[in-house]
């Protein structure tokens, strides 16, 4: 189907102007509040030991999750397509789980599981080990949601490429570690490292499913977006903005970094 020029401009102010209707307006909207009282204003707000408190936190949790979910993610790949094991389909569906349920509810399953009546909760509690209104439980629920990226990204980059190099490595007489340090991580770099970068802005940016399991007690299982509903629900209206506009510019630091990452991925 040929769309005249007139068509075509008529769907870009379209699509223009939905995307500044849904995204750019109410972001736009934020970082206006944010600065209306000056910057040093808000830097007097993202200072405070409870904003730096939750913005530690919000990287700690993100540095566990993320690198577990590449190792996970890069495994299952290489599962889902260099194998012939039996369940690939029921994998898949366990993997994309997290797309499908709600945040609220992984945290609530953990609560069920690791919670103090939970299964877990009185065996943990015993040797010691709390996961519950602690560190361990908002990781948790931090993997469980970010689980799927660097699978669904690096899946379609294996089938791409194949396993005739792979192949000729092994009669060569390279080890199955030296093929895939030499031979598979190289090629699937990229997919690699753009699921690293959804996993990082998604690990950031988590609200349901860690509120659930934090406890939300201040200066210890405060996250930054929990920080920012902590703050609007007090009538901290200037440190709820000041605290979405650090949120807002990890963010855009994120999509630069995917911007990059895609164009040398396609690139090459």
Request: net charge positive.
């Amino acid at each position: 189907m040929t769309i005249s020029a007139p068509g075509r401009i008529g769907l870009r102010i379209v699509a223009l102007g939905y995307l500044a209707l849904l995204l750019l307006v109410p972001i736009g909207v934020v970082l206006y509040r944010t600065f209306e009282p000056g910057l040093g204003a808000v830097i007097d707000s993202i200072t405070t030991p409870a904003a730096v408190s939750a913005f530690w936190l919000t990287v700690e949790i993100a540095a566990i999750a993320v690198p577990l979910n590449t190792i996970f993610g890069i495994v299952a790949a290489l599962l889902l397509v260099r194998s012939n094991v039996r369940g690939k389909r029921l994998l898949e569906a366990v993997i994309d789980l997290p797309f499908a349920i709600s945040p609220v509810v992984i945290g609530l399953a953990l609560f069920l599981l690791y919670g103090r009546e939970g299964w877990f909760g009185p065996t943990l509690s015993n040797a010691g080990i709390q996961i519950i209104f602690s560190v361990p439980g908002m990781v948790l629920a931090t993997i469980f949601v970010c689980l799927p990226f660097v699978v669904r990204e690096v899946t379609p980059v294996l089938r791409e490429i194949g396993d005739e190099q792979e192949q000729a490595a092994a009669t060569l007489g390279a080890s199955r570690t030296q093929t895939f340090l030499r031979v598979t991580l190289p090629a699937i770099r990229w997919g690699v490292a753009y699921g690293i970068v959804l996993s990082t802005a998604r690990a950031i940016g988590e609200f349901g499913a860690v509120s659930v399991v934090s406890g939300k007690i201040a200066g210890e299982t405060i996250t930054l977006p929990l920080l920012v509903e902590n703050r609007y629900s007090n009538f901290d209206l200037a440190g709820a903005y000041a605290a979405s506009a650090l949120l807002a510019v990890i963010a855009l630091a994120t999509l630069l970094v995917m911007t990059v990452l895609q164009r040398k991925g396609d690139a090459r």
